[in-house]
């Protein structure tokens, strides 16, 4: 408690080898979520996580604490692996809004479907949209971070979030009204 | 608890766990690459 991530870093480099285990304790639980909200399950969200931590590991020298924070650093890596994993997946249908299911029960099996097709539909959003709302809604970053991390500026970040936002609202709107 | 569905689902995302063993396992194949850097 209470060392930064750059003093970890440090000392990893210095072959300190418990101190990246404090690293990936650290934000393991953060990247893994990020992963899991862009890639939709949880077996490619392990291996992607595994994958950072160890590219992060391979190359800790090469991170320039004046250029991005720790954090910032790993979620960058996370992303790039994660786009490229899709692009490999990819194309992933959009799930026909018509087709959701009733926003309103209170049944648990139709709440589940709900948020199964939420997933799905949160899986077919464009990848920057999807990747700046997971970041902003899921991992409650700050905007200026996320900019960072998606390499863009803040204006675009926010328009991302918030087309995302609009997308996934709008499924629950078409439902309910379906509903009625 | 909120009852609108999306704030629920919001919820339950954030509140995704990482798998138990994970660290174990990403520390194990830094010990791995550990190894073969002294080993070099």
């Known amino acids: 408690v209470g060392i930064d991530d750059r003093e970890l870093v440090r000392r990893a480099l210095a072959g300190?080898?418990?101190d990246f285990r404090a690293i990936v304790d650290r934000h393991q639980l953060s990247l893994f979520r990020f992963a899991f909200g862009l890639l939709g399950n949880r077996e490619d969200a392990e291996d992607v996580t595994q994958e950072v931590?160890?590219?992060a590991f391979v190359n800790l020298s090469s991170y320039d604490s004046?250029?991005?924070t720790f954090s910032t650093w790993l979620f960058t890596i996370t992303r790039n692996r994660c786009i490229n994993l899709l692009k490999r997946k990819r194309p992933i249908i959009l799930t026909d809004?018509?087709?959701?299911?009733d926003g309103t029960s209170t049944d648990p099996i139709v709440?589940?479907?709900?948020?199964?097709?939420l997933d799905c539909a949160l899986a077919a959003l464009p990848v920057e949209q999807c990747s700046a709302f997971v970041l902003a809604e899921i991992e409650e970053l700050p905007y200026a971070e996320i900019a960072q991390i998606e390499r863009t500026s803040l204006g675009t970040v926010k328009s991302r979030i918030y087309r995302g936002k609009q997308r996934l609202q709008s499924l629950f709107e078409s439902a309910m009204k379906e509903s009625k | 608890m909120t009852d609108n569905p999306?704030?629920?689902?919001?919820?339950?995302r954030r509140q995704v766990s990482a798998?138990?063993?994970l660290a174990d396992y990403i520390m194990s194949q830094v010990a791995n690459i550990e190894r073969q850097r002294r080993d070099i």
Do not use: V
């Open chain 1, 97 to 101: 809004p018509n087709s959701i299911a």
């Open chain 1, 16 to 18: 300190k080898t418990n």
């Open chain 2, 19 to 21: 798998p138990a063993k």
């Open chain 1, 111 to 117: 709440r589940q479907e709900l948020s199964q097709q």
């Open chain 2, 6 to 12: 999306y704030e629920q689902w919001l919820a339950e």
């Open chain 1, 53 to 55: 931590f160890l590219a």
């Open chain 1, 66 to 68: 004046t250029r991005a």
